[in-house]
């Protein structure tokens, strides 16, 4: 098998190891099957996982606006030190830009994809 994947011919196999062409054969066409369910399994996986992540994007947006209109509250506001706010604003920010980085970069990647 190992010849076969290297690009070795049906015939040059047959004379170094002995082995008929009809069972190399076969052995390829079975190779190929399994390449093809492996290759299959992974294009399911890597779409769930797309799913997951599109999922887990939208909750994390979700949580920003909750957290913003959660700041908002003057109430809330007065009970909290500055200092707390500022970084807990702060952190919410960066993850909400970083966000929309990882969302803008994976949308030019996907658009020169389909070009």
């Known amino acids: ?3 076969l994947m290297d690009g070795q011919s049906l015939r040059q196999i ?3 190891h002995g082995v008929p062409k009809s069972t190399v054969a076969a052995w390829g ?13 992974l294009d399911a996986k ?6 997951l992540l599109v999922d ?9 606006i909750a957290l913003a209109k959660h700041a908002g509250d003057r109430d809330w506001l007065k009970e ?6 500022a970084v807990l604003l702060g952190v919410s920010d960066d993850k909400l830009i970083r966000l929309l980085e990882k969302y803008g970069s994976n949308e030019s990647e996907s658009g020169a ?3």
């Not at 909290?80 to 706010?85: G, L």
Request: net charge negative; glycine share 2%; proline share 0%.
């Open 14 to 16: 047959e004379r170094e």
């Open 1 to 3: 098998m190992a010849a």
């Open 56 to 64: 887990l994007f939208v909750a994390k947006l979700e949580s920003q």
């Open 46 to 51: 890597k779409a769930q996982i797309a799913e």
């Open 80 to 85: 909290q030190e500055a200092s707390a706010v």
């Open 29 to 41: 066409k079975e190779t190929d099957g399994i390449v093809m369910s492996v290759r299959d399994t």
């Open 113 to 115: 994809a389909q070009s």
